[in-house]
T-cell receptor, first 119, second 114 residues
């Protein structure tokens, strides 16, 4: 149980284009999903927290107009990197925290990550 | 905001050696504590967690961690490592009251030599 998937696993795009990354909780409902960015040999940096049906909460320094987050259902959140630039190249990881009553609460389960390369 | 410290970023040891990774956090309130592992080329997996109760927590693959509240620590241990334990290990803390977000340490890169 508690499986989180991400799609795509890797993507290469041209500078100026937009890229959408999907995060799905496959076998549980997630009231909250988190988006992280991981640089090589560094820890995870939280970008934003999204709750189903409401606007995402962004961390300081993260541009909400550049990193659009939608959490339309209890099993799906999307991150759209708009007008991507080479400095946006990174490893993006999502996690999901289960809805109360599932027995999985208070633990974040992570997706496999999406490697974004912007040329 | 809470912060998490992990020391000795790079650890190299031989098979059958014992492993201990330190984790200290700075938050005075009630916390949930986690250790995640990231094997090469794979995603983060939960190794073990502590919410309450017995401060000695046993996780998967022979790992255990001890919560010492007075020291704000949650150190990870394994008595005898295997080559397959080569991975990056992250300690994470979730403050129960406040922003309720997960704060990660910088990780420990562990290499086990066969």
């Amino acid at each position: 149980g508690a499986v989180v998937s991400q799609h795509p696993s890797w993507v290469i795009c041209k500078s100026g284009t937009s890229v959408k990354i999907e995060c799905r909780s496959l076998d549980f409902q997630a009231t909250t999903m988190f988006w992280y960015r991981q640089f090589p040999k560094q820890s995870l940096m939280l970008m934003a927290t999204s709750n189903e049906g409401s606007k995402a909460t962004y961390e300081q320094g993260v541009e909400k107009d550049k990193f659009l987050i939608n959490h339309a259902s209890l099993t799906l959140s999307t991150l759209t990197v708009t007008s991507a630039h080479p400095e946006d190249s990174s490893f993006y990881i999502c996690s999901a925290r289960a809805h109360r009553g599932t027995g999985l609460t208070d633990t974040q389960y992570f997706g496999p990550g999406t490697r974004l390369t912007v040329l | 905001a809470q912060s998490v410290s992990q020391h000795n970023h790079h650890v190299i040891l031989s098979e059958a050696a014992s492993l201990e990774l330190g984790c200290n956090y700075s938050y005075g309130g009630t916390v949930n504590l986690f250790w995640y592992v990231q094997y090469p080329g794979q995603h983060l997996q939960l190794l073990l967690k502590y919410f309450s109760g017995d401060p000695l927590v046993k996780g998967i693959k022979g790992f255990e961690a001890e919560f010492i509240k007075s020291k704000f620590s949650f150190n990870l241990r394994k008595p005898s490592v295997q080559w397959s334990d080569t991975a990056e290990y992250f300690c994470a803390v979730n403050a129960l009251y406040g922003n309720n977000r997960l704060a990660f340490g910088k990780g420990n890169q562990v290499v086990v030599i066969p």
